[in-house]
DNA sequence: AGAAGTTTTTACACAACCTTCACGATATGC
DNA sequence: GCATATCGTGAAGGTTGTGTAAAAACTTCT
């Protein structure tokens, strides 16, 4: 695969090289700046796959990069990782609501920062997979309208039905065990017992009508989408 | 189902009997220790698949405990859940550094406790998962789809059936006792007659049909998978 | 805040499965 | 070839996992 490029803005020196040096390790091209200005001057010249972005920065406040980047269309799908002191609580906030994707506060682990870049990077790589639209018998998904075809007929989802299907119909015969199922439509450590599963797989077979047989259980394994 | 043995580590009662209730209800099997020496004792003992660990305690540190337990080639590997007050910040990253896999903030919610258990326990089942198929003359396992097929006919196994079949697949003309078997299919010390274990093997012989002459009885040994 | 819709938990029945048991069959040592 | 230990096998019983409905807990929208 071909390693993910991160852009990091900070204006510290150290924090900067402790970034670089574990993105680094773990296998990314790291990209740095150390103003707004320079951070989005560099996201719009080439493209990385994720900003990891202090929300305290001299000249430019990281949320107005934030904001900037969010409203540039050629940037504003990209991934947000907002880097913050613990004390600017209410930047958070503000940071989410303008689009950021995750925050790490400082001071922060390498690992935990490790951690949320690949959930980050790994959702946004499962947004590209959602471009094509699967066809199996006669079943029909459509990720990107988010519609679902049974026999020609238009099956109406909920949100976590949709994904579950998804994620069965995606790699058919493959046995997904429940908190696969779980990390698929909710991410990583989504806490839940594994019967809510069951409970969507019922009525995911009663929507699917005759197609509702598609998907198999595996006794004390998980489900499949039958092949 | 094998249930994973958790060693909690925390100096206050009613936290540890808050830990154990939830952990119990969700299938896990509890050991407590209240101090940092009655930890690593109890770890080396009998060695659990997880540990979470109260840094506050009385006496030896939870870090310290933490460190010696990276250092001893026996509990190196274990994995470790930090537990710590919201305000000692520092710890966390002192504790993650120290190779604590995974950490949670007092007062936690026992469901993310549970979440976390879960994930930490899962990356060490699913790196045995996800292996590629195996293929023996005319007898195809692939342990992601758990599907098996005999002269390309497609056999239905059961849970046990499957596991048993796979540990043998697995290293062909290698001998395993019965209770090898047993621990390959339901973890350490599952509590069972060897003769359950005879019973299998006749329906997967009966199952397979032909193949089913690959599973050979080694006398007063155990079985083998034909070479 | 209330309502509508969605998701999760809970509880229980039922079916599939695993183990035990009992006894006959088969191998092994003398 | 006989005695003995070990294995094969069918049936019974207990355990576990899943389907399902209904209630509780969240969300979202108004």
Request: charged share 30%; aromatic share 6%; hydrophobic share 40%.
């Amino acid at each position: 695969m071909a390693n993910e490029s991160i852009l990091v803005v900070d204006d510290e020196e150290d924090v900067l090289e402790l970034v670089r040096y574990n993105l680094d390790r773990s296998g990314y091209h790291v990209e740095t700046a150390t103003s707004g200005e320079e951070a989005l001057a560099k996201a719009r010249r080439k493209l990385p796959d994720l900003v990891i972005l202090d929300l305290m920065l001299p000249g430019m406040d990281g949320l107005d990069v934030c904001k900037k980047l969010k409203n540039d269309a050629k940037t504003e799908g990209l991934p947000i990782i907002v880097l913050t002191a613990k004390s600017e609580e209410s930047d958070i906030v503000t940071g989410l609501e303008l689009g950021a994707d995750d925050y790490v506060t400082k001071p922060f682990s390498p690992k935990v920062l490790i951690a949320r870049v690949r959930r980050i990077l790994r959702r946004a790589v499962s947004r590209d997979m959602e471009k094509s639209p699967i066809r199996i018998r006669d079943l029909v998904m459509d990720p990107g309208r988010r519609e679902v075809l049974a026999k020609g007929k238009h099956v109406n989802l909920t949100f976590t039905e949709f994904n579950i299907l998804y994620a069965l119909a995606r790699r058919p015969g493959l046995v997904l065990t429940r908190y696969q199922i779980v990390d698929a439509v909710h991410g990583d450590d989504y806490p839940v017992t594994d019967r809510a599963i069951d409970v969507q797989i019922v009525s995911l077979r009663k929507k699917l009508g005759s197609c509702g047989s598609y998907i198999e259980t595996v006794r004390s394994v998980g489900y499949r989408f039958k092949d």
